[in-house]
């Protein structure tokens, strides 16, 4: 099978309508890479020429930039990080959201390659991957439309299997996945004006952290992961500062939760006899609050997951972790007003166990416990 290379940009001019096979390509390819150390740079930067773009892409440049891509798989054990710097970073700089398929699929094999092929990549790999949780700003208007989840599919179920490949070929990546996770993760809107668009990116890196918690790394991640989202509502929930509570709104209070679909005061059953639970902090008494906006968007995430749980048979399992979260930061923290719904919540969808044991621990640590509480 040939593969017929045609580009037009000036810094791939020597790759016109040139045809290659397949085992050809990559030979051509490790030429490029191996000239560097000859003096000779002028086909490598034609390469890394090919890896840069920052306008929509022309069908042919596609089909250079995939072929591209493939062939430097098949070359990755030529690549070294101190002659192919620009390369690498080129890679590296990639984001899955502004290609198609076609594209995707073959940066991923080649980044799975890398991380293969030398341990020196590994973190760079999986930095990589997880920096494709968040989509750019630019698109993020686009993804909130119906058209715009099939892209968001697109991307993130690619980049879990692709971490899944490469944990199973480099096993020791996977105790380097959850602390590059968490190193990642987005504290604080950087512009005003950008809330919603910031909201959404942290939203969106949640979700991607918590598909961790439940999918095939939980055994290895789960509980940093978790654990991980509960600090980040905590950061959120101490960033409210009592002065931002209008409690003249609410006889409730700031511990008010209301329900979905705004009826006060009550629960809901369904046709089935289940009790219908509140998901949502009481905004009343939050005001137009940015803060309290994402906290509260990302606690019903995470009521969402704790079903998601209960409906596999997982919550005992993510109990122990949520217990010790609530024990060791949670009961420490004076500040914290919203945070400790999320373990109420557990509790509440299953009160013999969960919520019996709960209070167990906490009549003990009243009762028993050596160090004073701050709250």
Not at 27 to 40: E, I, P
Not at 332 to 341: L, V
Request: glycine residues 6%; aromatic residues 8%.
């Amino acid at each position: 099978m040939g593969v017929e290379l045609v580009h037009h940009n000036t810094e791939s001019q020597h790759m016109d309508d040139v045809n290659f096979s397949d085992s050809e390509l990559v030979y051509h390819v490790r030429d490029a890479l191996l000239s560097v150390q000859l003096g000779n740079s002028d086909s490598y930067h034609q390469l890394v020429g090919v890896m840069h773009h920052s306008e929509r892409l022309a069908l042919d440049e596609v089909a250079l930039l995939v072929t591209s891509l493939k062939a430097l798989s098949g070359a990755v054990s030529y690549i070294d990080d101190a002659h192919h710097h620009s390369l690498l970073s080129s890679i590296f700089g990639m984001s899955m959201w502004k290609y198609g398929p076609d594209v995707m699929d073959a940066l991923l094999e080649l980044v799975i390659s890398l991380a293969a092929s030398n341990g020196k990549y590994v973190d760079s790999c999986l930095d990589m991957l997880i920096s494709n949780f968040m989509p750019p700003v630019y698109l993020i208007d686009t993804l909130k439309q119906p058209r715009g989840q099939a892209k968001k599919e697109q991307v993130l179920s690619r980049v879990h299997a692709a971490l899944k490949d490469i944990t199973d070929l480099v096993p020791m990546a996977t105790s380097r996945l959850s602390s590059i996770v968490v190193q990642r993760m987005p504290m604080t809107f950087k512009k005003h004006g950008e809330k919603d668009r910031m909201k959404y990116h942290t939203e969106i890196y949640v979700e991607n952290m918590l598909r961790l918690e439940s999918g095939e790394f939980r055994e290895f991640v789960g509980s940093r992961m978790l654990m991980a989202v509960v600090d980040m509502l905590i950061e959120l929930d101490v960033a409210i500062g009592w002065n931002d509570i209008l409690q003249d709104d609410s006889p409730k209070g700031i511990f008010a939760m209301e329900l979905e679909d705004d009826d006060e005061g009550t629960i809901s059953d369904d046709e089935d006899g289940d009790v219908e639970l509140p998901r949502t902090l009481s905004h009343k008494s939050l005001g137009k609050n940015i803060i309290a906006d994402l906290l509260d968007g990302l606690m019903v995430q995470t009521f969402e997951h704790l079903e998601f749980c209960a409906s596999n048979s997982r919550l005992n399992e993510v109990f122990e972790t949520l217990l010790h979260s609530f024990m060791l930061t949670i009961m420490s923290t004076y500040k914290s007003k919203f945070a400790q719904f999320v373990m109420f919540y557990a509790c509440a969808l299953d009160p013999e166990n969960c919520g019996v044991k709960f209070a167990s621990v906490l009549a003990d640590r009243f009762v028993y416990g050596d160090n004073p509480l701050t709250r």
